[in-house]
């Protein structure tokens, strides 16, 4: 699990909202927003990551 927007480099903690594609490339809300939820790096859709549990 990425610690870290690969767009804007802002933190992402472990339970914070998050967007990856199906290669794990990881992304704030914000960026995953302005990029239309496509992932730059593959051109897959951008969907929330799934959470950890404790």
Do not use: H, K, W
């Amino acid at each position: 699990m990425r610690m870290e927007c690969e767009r804007c480099a802002a933190a992402l903690a472990p339970q914070a909202d998050a967007c990856i594609c199906t290669y794990e490339c990881t992304f704030c809300p914000s960026c995953a927003e302005a990029m239309d939820s496509v992932c730059p790096n593959c051109g897959g859709e951008l969907v929330p990551r799934p959470r950890r549990t404790a």
